[in-house]
């Protein structure tokens, strides 16, 4: 039998790491963790559409990919890259096209990709500091969901066989994923620092973070509180249980 006291741990911890696992998922896929504005595009028609094929079909390069996102109001994720565009316009040439977003992802290879000191010179040397921080802030959320998951399962386990002790085991895990999905935001950031510092935007470029990281750096605390109720839950069952055993020994 299971206190209320626990139980209603259990069931908050529960909550709050779903809550968790659903913004950390739509963090890591959406594209909002770093933008930029700059000043209104005034580029030709052809000349956007250059800028548009090149981002989308050309050779992967971090230099040219960037300072494309510097003039066109781009957007970075941990799998995107968005830039804002005029749409398509058959008939006429409108005096202020509709802009859109256009969107390329990262395939698993551009991932793992080295990065160079000088972004786009691969003659420069290769950064190591930038590489696995880039690495890193790709890997950590995805072993962060899956120690949830790894919990979760337990947990189920734990109700099927009717047993508190895999509690602790539980509060641990989403201890781990809550210092992960920390690591990722705090890699991110040092990844974006680094890159600035060797390719800085040009003049008139604002940058700035976007809610998808927020979303991932709500996600830790909140990983770590229903880490927190789980590990009080299992250790005070666990020092009742064994009170009032000694107890009834007694």
């Known amino acids: 039998m299971v206190d209320n006291r626990y139980a209603t741990a259990l069931v908050i911890g529960s909550v709050l790491s779903l809550l968790a ?19 209104p595009v005034k580029h030709e028609a052809n000349n956007a559409s250059e800028l548009r094929e090149e ?16 003039r066109l109001n781009g957007t970075l994720g941990l799998w995107w890259r968005c830039i804002l565009v005029p749409g398509h316009s058959h008939w006429f040439k409108e005096p202020d096209p509709k802009m859109v977003t256009q969107c390329v992802s990262f395939t698993l290879p551009q991932q793992f990709f080295p990065k160079f000191k000088e972004p786009g010179n691969h003659e420069s040397g290769e950064d190591l500091l930038r590489t696995y921080l880039w690495r890193c802030q ?18 189920v386990c734990a109700c099927l066989c009717r047993s508190f002790t895999p509690t602790l085991g539980v509060g641990v895990l989403h201890l781990l994923a809550g210092l992960c999905s920390l690591g990722t935001v705090c890699c991110f ?11 800085p935007p040009p003049h008139g470029v604002d940058g700035s973070l976007g809610w998808s990281l927020y979303l991932a750096l709500i996600s830790s605390p909140l990983q ?26 007694a």
Request: charged share 15%.
């Open 224 to 249: 770590m509180m229903a880490a927190a109720l789980f590990l009080w839950a299992a250790r005070s069952h666990r020092k009742s249980y064994t009170r009032m055993t000694a107890y009834r020994v």
């Open 189 to 199: 950031l040092a990844g974006m620092d680094l890159l600035h510092r060797s390719s």
């Open 55 to 70: 981002f989308s079909n050309g050779e992967f390069d971090e230099r040219a990919y960037s300072d494309t996102m510097f």
């Open 138 to 155: 790709f890997l950590l959320p995805l072993v962060s969901l899956a120690l949830v998951f790894l919990s979760g399962l337990i947990g």
């Open 21 to 39: 696992t659903v913004y950390l998922s739509v963090a890591v896929g959406t594209q909002h963790w770093h933008q930029y504005r700059s000043l």
